[in-house]
């Protein structure tokens, strides 16, 4: 009777394991996403299930740079579209079980991400909380020729709460792009961006100015 019991309880937890090791990861749509289907889509309840993943990534999906310890971050270029309407892009990102979509006005062109590693401090435990920060680099355009950069970040934090995102710079009118993002960048990094067709020939980078041809022979020789 007893190892009958032994058995069944085996089997129990086994199948508790499994479950939890299949649970679908929490899915979040950002505030900021959820005010623009609800202001420019008049949306009531928006949710996660609005957006589909776009097919063709390689095309879809910006400049994405990862520093250390996020190889395992994944993110997908998604899309909200209603019939005879124009399309509101989006970032779709997992990590560890946690998935959120945040997206950008018609205004915004998102050209960089930069992923890392960020340390959370929780105030009330008094300790740090492994995170991590997806910061993008947006293009706005608010007339012709009027033009600035902003940056807004992604804050995901391994404890269950839900993910947030803010503003964190909004640049003086043609200031393009942002001096700090650019200079918090690395060389390489920046580089990345700056060989793609939304690139320029030459750069400023931490007072230098670089040559993008010049930089490929250096970054990119066999």
């Given at each position: 009777?007893?190892k009958?019991?032994?058995?069944i309880?085996?089997?129990?937890?086994?199948l508790v394991?499994v479950?939890?090791?299949i649970?679908e990861?929490?899915?979040?749509l950002?505030?900021?996403c959820?005010?623009?289907?609800?202001?420019?889509?008049?949306?009531?309840?928006?949710?996660?299930?609005?957006?589909?993943?776009?097919e063709?990534?390689d095309?879809?999906?910006?400049t994405?740079?990862?520093?250390?310890g996020?190889i395992?971050?994944?993110?997908?270029?998604?899309?909200?579209?209603?019939?005879d309407?124009q399309?509101?892009?989006?970032?779709?990102?997992e990590w560890?079980?946690?998935?959120i979509?945040?997206?950008?006005?018609?205004?915004h062109?998102?050209?960089i991400t930069?992923i890392e590693?960020?340390?959370?401090?929780?105030?009330f435990?008094?300790?740090?909380k492994?995170?991590?920060?997806?910061s993008?680099?947006?293009?706005?355009?608010?007339?012709?020729?009027?033009h600035?950069?902003?940056?807004?970040?992604?804050?995901?934090?391994?404890?269950?709460?839900?993910?947030?995102v803010r503003k964190?710079?909004?640049?003086?009118?043609?200031?393009?792009?942002?001096?700090?993002?650019?200079?918090?960048?690395?060389l390489?990094e920046l580089?990345?961006f700056?060989r793609?067709?939304?690139g320029w020939?030459t750069f400023k980078w931490?007072?230098?100015?670089?040559?993008?041809?010049?930089l490929?022979?250096?970054?990119?020789?066999?």
């Open positions: 009777m007893i009958k019991s032994l058995i309880l085996s089997v129990f937890y086994s394991f479950n939890a090791s649970a990861p929490r899915k979040y950002s505030d900021k959820k005010n623009h289907l609800i202001d420019f889509y008049q949306i009531r309840n928006p949710s996660f299930k609005d957006f589909k993943v776009l063709d990534q095309f879809w999906l910006h994405i740079l990862k520093r250390k996020t395992n971050v994944k993110v997908k270029a998604v899309v909200f579209q209603k019939k309407s399309r509101l892009y989006g970032l779709q990102t560890k079980d946690q998935i979509i945040n997206c950008w006005s018609f205004y062109s998102a050209l930069l590693m960020y340390d959370h401090y929780d105030p435990i008094k300790k740090q492994d995170a991590i920060r997806l993008t680099h947006y293009l706005v355009n608010c007339g012709v020729p009027c600035h950069a902003e940056v807004t970040s992604t804050y995901m934090v391994d404890d269950g709460t839900k993910p947030y964190e710079i909004s640049t003086p009118t043609f200031e393009y792009p942002s001096i700090w993002f650019r200079d918090y960048l690395t390489k580089y990345q700056m793609t067709g939304d020939e931490r007072g230098k100015r670089y040559n993008t041809e010049e490929r022979k250096k970054f990119e020789q066999k």
